[in-house]
């Protein structure tokens, strides 16, 4: 097992928890990297504040002739797991009185305010209630997603021909829901919130969460852009991702597009941001401190409260071939409950793709972080939902 301990601030022990299921979760990670399932595997769990497992399985590359262990302090995209960082964001504005989460899209993005997109508001984006299409809508003949609709009008756009209006092209592909009657999961919703921050605060939504989130609570390696320090530690996932890495190492800058220009302007807040397991974790802890971290507060303990209870009850989800009649969410956060898992009824998480999750047990007082960068295109279960059960199994 090509296996490197991560920094920790206490033994199993001194935080109630079994030593021996650590070896249990190793050897699950080598399980699913000798099954050819992950590339490899990294880890940071915390209770009451304090890490006591960290660690990283596997190789950093791809290519299965370079032996470079994969490291604690790699770093990783994270995805949708921005999402719940963008859903703090969101809250920090309300509890400054800018934002509150019954606001009609419409009345800060003027696109949104016509008919159906005028019935959408800041909650229903940040619960996937919206009514717009969700991710998993590919598979709907001759639909075409609000992504592709930008891209085509970014293709075509000429700045002499007036004001850039992204938004509308995109939102000319409608609604396939109405507000409230369907959990669809909507990554482009939370790209709209990225809007709406920018909106009312005049700044970039990634500068906001910067300036207000990620500096304060010293999360160091956590980026919406890489630098070349932070691409000698990325993961290497692709020969492409190989190719873009060693540029940025090399100060090697490849010209860039008027389109690709055009995409930078579009909010990466639905799953742009970069980390570590230890750098999310003191996200977690920041959630788990009802909205503080050590000396520093980032939110206040009700706006806490409020994103991390459950609000939907009664609301289906069927993306990507569920038949869920009562879908447990909270306002940015999922809520996932059922026979699979171990953790308490208080918990709430946030997967990323490719695959990331970020799981925080008020209950136990437990965060856990973890990659699992699966081969291909390809999704497993076990390297998710078995993860949390092995995780919190250790609770004596």
């Given at each position: 097992m ?7 601030d ?8 079994d030593?021996?299921?650590?070896e ?5 990670f080598?399980t699913l990297?000798?099954?050819?399932k992950?590339?490899?595997?990294s880890?940071?769990?915390s209770?009451y ?19 470079d ?8 995209n994270?995805?949708s797991?921005?999402?719940?960082v ?13 934002l ?5 899209v419409?009345?800060?993005l ?5 008919d159906p997109?005028?019935k959408?508001d ?7 209630t919206?009514?717009?299409?969700p991710d998993c809508?590919e ?13 085509e009008?970014f ?5 002499e021909s ?9 939102l000319?592909?409608g ?9 669809q ?10 809007e709406i921050i ?6 970039t939504a ?11 609570l ?6 919406w852009?890489?630098?070349?320090e932070l ?7 692709k020969?492409r991702?190989?190719k873009r ?10 010209e860039?597009?008027?389109e690709?220009?055009?995409w930078?302007m ?6 742009g941001?970069?980390s ?8 977690a802890n ?7 971290l050590?000396?520093?507060r ?12 459950r ?7 069927y ?5 869920n ?11 996932r409950?059922g026979p699979?898992f171990?953790y308490s009824?208080t ?6 793709a ?8 008020p ?10 960068p699966?081969t291909?295109d ?7 939902f078995?993860?949390?059960n092995?995780i ?5």
């Amino acid at each position: 097992m090509l296996h490197t301990p991560g920094v920790t601030d206490c033994s199993p022990a001194e935080v109630g928890y079994d030593t021996s299921r650590i070896e249990v979760l190793n050897a699950h990670f080598q399980t699913l990297i000798d099954q050819k399932k992950v590339q490899a595997a990294s880890y940071c769990v915390s209770r009451y504040g304090k890490t006591f497992m960290h660690g990283a399985i596997g190789p950093l590359s791809f290519r299965e002739d370079r032996a470079d262990p994969l490291l604690p302090t790699t770093v990783h995209n994270i995805a949708s797991i921005t999402k719940a960082v963008t859903s703090v964001a969101v809250a920090k504005l309300v509890e400054d009185g800018i934002l509150r989460f019954d606001i009609p899209v419409g009345a800060i993005l003027e696109p949104f305010n016509v008919d159906p997109f005028n019935k959408i508001d800041i909650y229903s984006l940040l619960t996937h209630t919206s009514g717009m299409f969700p991710d998993c809508a590919e598979s709907i003949p001759y639909h075409k997603s609000y992504w592709q609709l930008i891209g085509e009008y970014f293709e075509k756009y000429n700045p002499e021909s007036g004001d850039l209006d992204w938004i509308t092209a995109a939102l000319s592909c409608g609604v396939n829901k109405k507000v409230g009657e369907e959990w669809q999961y909507c990554s482009f919703g939370f790209c709209m919130l990225g809007e709406i921050i920018k909106k009312v605060t005049g700044i970039t939504a990634e500068q906001y969460i910067e300036e207000q989130i990620l500096k304060p609570l010293g999360m160091k390696d956590t980026v919406w852009e890489l630098t070349p320090e932070l691409a000698r530690r990325a993961i290497i996932r692709k020969e492409r991702h190989e190719k873009r890495l060693n540029d940025l190492i090399n100060g090697t800058q490849p010209e860039i597009s008027q389109e690709e220009q055009l995409w930078n302007m579009v909010s990466s807040t639905g799953g742009g941001l970069i980390s570590t397991p230890a750098d999310l974790i003191r996200f977690a802890n920041m959630l788990l401190g009802m909205g503080t971290l050590g000396d520093t507060r980032i939110v206040g303990r009700k706006a806490v409260e409020k994103i991390t209870t459950r609000t939907l009850y009664g609301v289906p989800d069927y993306c990507w071939g569920a038949n869920n009649s009562d879908r447990s969410y909270g306002i940015g956060l999922d809520m996932r409950r059922g026979p699979a898992f171990l953790y308490s009824t208080t918990s709430y998480l946030h997967e990323g793709a490719g695959a990331c999750c970020m799981a925080i047990d008020p209950t136990e007082q437990l965060a856990a972080v973890w990659f699992v960068p699966f081969t291909g295109d390809n999704w497993y279960a076990e390297g998710l939902f078995n993860v949390t059960n092995i995780i919190w199994s250790g609770l004596i």
